[in-house]
């Protein structure tokens, strides 16, 4: 059996399962994208809910494995060598469990990079507009008389559909015929922001026919339907 004492982390989420990889999260676009892929590429896990409305994910403990106080984060008992590792940020965790397994990224090497550019693409983009589209859309930001932080990350959400309307024009998924860790990075933002930020309307989603068939058929796979729902809330 593992022996996960190394990190506190699990002293405040005990493991029932510690040969398993342990998933710490909730079910935010960020969280699922990793609940996705675990179904997807059918390791077993344990999923533990970091209630961010309870700040749980600024305690110690779950400090202690992510500084950045941000959900998810994992520990797989079975990493590198053998030896557990604990990971944060869910670009670097997708990447990790795509070359653990060798699933959901292409084996050629250029193709690989074009994979990973796609997972920075949301990165480093798409969630932190949509993030801010959902605030002053949705959340407290929406009391603001000023709207022009608004409108400003309206119009660059806007272009950002449209850069990946543009990739998928032609392709069933962000890689062509096959699915990878670029579309699962995705798919959450992409539906947060026309559901639970009710942002359709305001971004003209619906102009993006491209967009809007790949969110289909991607939210019609079992493996994302599920791992939308994980870890459940308590």
Same mark, same amino acid.
């Not at 405040?12 to 892929?37: E, F, H, M």
């Not at 359709?200 to 989603?205: D, K, W």
């Given at each position: 059996?593992?022996?996960?004492?190394?990190?506190?982390?699990?002293?405040?989420? +005990?493991?029932?399962? /510690?040969?398993?990889?342990?998933?710490?999260? %909730?079910?935010?676009?960020?969280?699922?994208?990793?609940?996705?892929?675990?179904?997807?590429?059918?390791?077993?896990?344990?999923?533990?809910?970091?209630?961010?409305?309870?700040?749980?994910?600024?305690?110690?403990?779950?400090?202690?494995?992510?500084?950045? &106080?941000?959900?998810?984060?994992?520990?797989?008992?079975?990493?590198?060598?053998?030896?557990?590792?604990?990971?944060?940020?869910? &670009?670097?965790?997708?990447? *990790?469990?795509?070359?653990?397994?060798?699933?959901?990224? /292409?084996?050629?090497?250029?193709?690989?990079?074009?994979?990973?550019?796609? !997972?920075?693409?949301?990165?480093?983009?798409?969630? +932190?507009?949509?993030?801010?589209?959902?605030?002053?859309?949705?959340?407290?930001?929406?009391?603001?008389?000023?709207?022009?932080?608004?409108?400003?990350?309206?119009?660059?959400?806007?272009?950002?559909?449209? !850069?990946?309307?543009?990739?998928?024009?032609?392709?069933?998924?962000?890689?062509?015929?096959? *699915?990878?860790?670029?579309?699962?990075?995705?798919?959450?933002?992409?539906?947060?922001?026309?559901?639970?930020?009710?942002?359709?309307?305001?971004?003209?989603?619906?102009?993006?026919?491209? !967009?809007?068939?790949?969110?289909?058929?991607?939210?019609?796979? +079992? %493996?994302?339907?599920?791992?939308?729902?994980?870890?459940?809330?308590?």
């Amino acid at each position: 059996m593992a022996d996960l004492s190394a990190f506190p982390i699990a002293t405040r989420w +005990p493991a029932r399962y /510690p040969d398993q990889i342990q998933l710490y999260s %909730a079910t935010t676009p960020n969280g699922v994208k990793i609940s996705i892929a675990l179904e997807e590429l059918g390791l077993p896990y344990e999923p533990h809910l970091v209630n961010i409305s309870k700040n749980e994910s600024w305690t110690p403990e779950f400090l202690s494995l992510n500084p950045n &106080g941000k959900i998810p984060a994992i520990i797989d008992p079975n990493g590198p060598d053998g030896k557990p590792i604990g990971l944060f940020e869910s &670009g670097a965790i997708l990447l *990790y469990l795509a070359e653990k397994t060798g699933l959901l990224i /292409p084996a050629d090497a250029a193709l690989r990079y074009e994979t990973i550019q796609w !997972v920075f693409f949301q990165m480093s983009s798409v969630g +932190p507009m949509f993030g801010q589209v959902g605030f002053f859309h949705k959340f407290a930001g929406r009391e603001i008389a000023d709207k022009r932080p608004l409108e400003r990350y309206r119009d660059e959400s806007r272009r950002l559909i449209g !850069v990946l309307d543009g990739r998928l024009k032609g392709r069933k998924w962000i890689m062509g015929n096959d *699915y990878t860790i670029a579309d699962i990075s995705l798919l959450g933002w992409v539906r947060n922001l026309i559901g639970f930020y009710e942002a359709r309307e305001l971004v003209g989603f619906d102009d993006f026919a491209n !967009v809007g068939a790949w969110l289909e058929r991607g939210l019609a796979r +079992p %493996a994302v339907q599920k791992g939308l729902t994980i870890p459940a809330k308590g």
